[in-house]
């Protein structure tokens, strides 16, 4: 498969090199773009003297619009396969094989690598941990989707599913959200353990004060989602 490994970023100046020299040792076959979300510290600068390939957006679009770029790239050069993972390296490349392979083999249009099959390497903090089982639990009552990591931005998609997000992706905290609108498009979607990492450097983008509004926003996305989409028809 041709495939296309996106990674968003702002302001991951310490990490972002790593990531990329990553995906180069342990996906040679895998192509990969970074979209610089309108970083202010030194990641523009680096993407450019390293010679990365990235896309400078001309605005912030936060974490949604970013990884949604990257799948307009991906749709509009053709690739089969998008993989997700984020610019501070806590999603470790070399599970990204594992990722694919339910993609490649046609057993999954959408493939979710999860910390919480194996419960093996970082789990987040406990507060986190019963807000993102609210979350499973509320997606599998709007949609049947049985899925423990709703929120991993670790997954994997097919081309039409590309084609899909490249239309219509969440802004906000897209990620619980994209596995509804996935499954009420007739997704087959699969869940993969993974070990993931803490991360070592920058500022997570939901803060303690952020993570109320993050609960109602998306619990409110799932069930609009819920009722707005088809299964099987067409997207928002």
Do not use: W
């Amino acid at each position: 498969m041709k495939t296309l490994i996106i990674i968003p970023a702002y302001n991951e100046q310490d990490s972002i090199i790593k990531v990329v020299e990553s995906i180069k040792e342990n996906c040679p076959y895998c192509d990969y773009v970074v979209i610089n979300d309108c970083s202010k510290d030194n990641t523009p600068k680096i993407l450019d003297d390293e010679n990365i390939n990235h896309i400078d957006l001309c605005c912030n679009l936060g974490i949604g619009g970013g990884v949604q770029s990257g799948y307009i790239y991906a749709c509009k050069n053709g690739y089969d396969c998008a993989v997700q993972i984020d610019g501070d390296g806590q999603h470790d490349t070399k599970y990204i094989k594992d990722v694919i392979a339910p993609i490649e083999s046609g057993e999954a249009d959408v493939c979710i690598g999860s910390r919480f099959v194996t419960n093996e390497g970082f789990q987040s903090s406990l507060s986190r941990r019963m807000g993102i089982s609210f979350l499973s639990s509320l997606i599998y009552i709007a949609c049947k989707a049985q899925v423990k990591d709703v929120t991993s931005g670790f997954r994997a998609v097919n081309r039409k599913y590309i084609e899909l997000f490249s239309k219509n992706y969440a802004d906000d905290y897209p990620e619980p959200e994209a596995i509804v609108l996935s499954k009420l498009n007739g997704a087959e979607i699969k869940e993969i353990p993974v070990i993931m990492h803490e991360r070592e450097n920058g500022v997570s983008s939901i803060s303690p004060l952020k993570s109320v509004y993050y609960m109602i926003k998306v619990s409110l996305a799932v069930l609009i989602c819920r009722f707005y989409v088809k299964r099987g028809g067409k997207q928002i």
